[in-house]
T-cell receptor, first 110, second 118 residues
Framework: GENVEQHPSTLSVQEGDSAVIKCTYSDSASNYFPWYKQELGKRPQLIIDIRSNVGEKKDQRIAVTLNKTAKHFSLHITETQPEDSAVYFCAASANYQLIWGAGTKLIIKP | EAGVVQSPRYKIIEKKQPVAFWCNPISGHNTLYWYLQNLGQGPELLIRYENEEAVDDSQLPKDRFSAERLKGVDSTLKIQPAELGDSAVYLC????????????????FGEGSRLTVL
């Protein structure tokens, strides 16, 4: 079955700097890769997603890149702000199943 | 439009007691999920419904957990009897169905039900 690995588990960056979170997946049939943000004590919410027919997608300060050959995808956040502090989860979907990474705690230092 | 509604938000029970959680998905969403989330970890799927049919319950501990989705709308998740290790947040999510060939599309989560078993 699918396995999703996410790194790093914790990421601390200075406010204004960029943050990059990486995920790898094992099932070549996976074709949908969402990223969810979960603030402390709140529900996970989708921030960006990408499908396997696209290599990169941007939405303001966030972007996701996908390398199907290497089976990895990454979340990029530029010009980080205090409100970006949260846990970020990647996931991979194949055959209507969604497999989640373990999460990355992003800390924005003032 | 209301989002996914769950209740109760918090529940404290003693071990061996029963507990039930309720979820009302977004109107029109055919797919409903129950996830378990432990502190500092990602959501783990317990069961997925397509309308009223449980299409993936392979990770549901059926000796103590049960779920139902009557009329393909609201759903309940029950634990009987609860064990100490069941302490976690139980998340309900819904989606319109699939928006791609075989993918799940965006999941909309409820606020979760935090269970503490003493």
């Amino acid at each position: 079955g699918e396995n999703v690995e996410q790194h790093p588990s914790t990421l601390s960056v200075q406010e204004g700097d960029s943050a990059v979170i990486k995920c790898t997946y094992s099932d070549s049939a996976s074709n949908y890769f969402p990223w969810y943000k979960q603030e402390l004590g709140k529900r996970p919410q989708l921030i960006i997603d990408i499908r396997s027919n696209v290599g990169e997608k941007k939405d303001q300060r966030i972007a996701v890149t996908l390398n199907k050959t290497a089976k990895h995808f990454s979340l990029h956040i530029t010009e980080t702000q205090p409100e970006d502090s949260a846990v970020y989860f990647c996931a991979a979907s194949a055959n209507y199943q969604l497999i989640w990474g373990a999460g990355t705690k992003l800390i924005i230092k003032p | 439009e209301a989002g996914v509604v769950q209740s109760p938000r918090y529940k404290i029970i003693e071990k061996k007691q029963p507990v039930a959680f309720w979820c009302n998905p977004i109107s029109g969403h055919n797919t409903l999920y129950w996830y378990l989330q432990n502190l500092g970890q990602g959501p783990e799927l317990l069961i997925r419904y397509e309308n009223e049919e449980a299409v993936d319950d392979s990770q549901l501990p059926k000796d103590r957990f049960s779920a139902e989705r009557l009329k393909g709308v609201d759903s309940t998740l029950k634990i009987q009897p609860a064990e100490l290790g069941d302490s976690a947040v139980y998340l309900c999510a819904s989606s319109f169905g699939t928006s791609g060939p075989t993918d799940t599309g965006e999941l909309f989560f409820g606020e979760g039900s935090r269970l503490t078993v003493l």
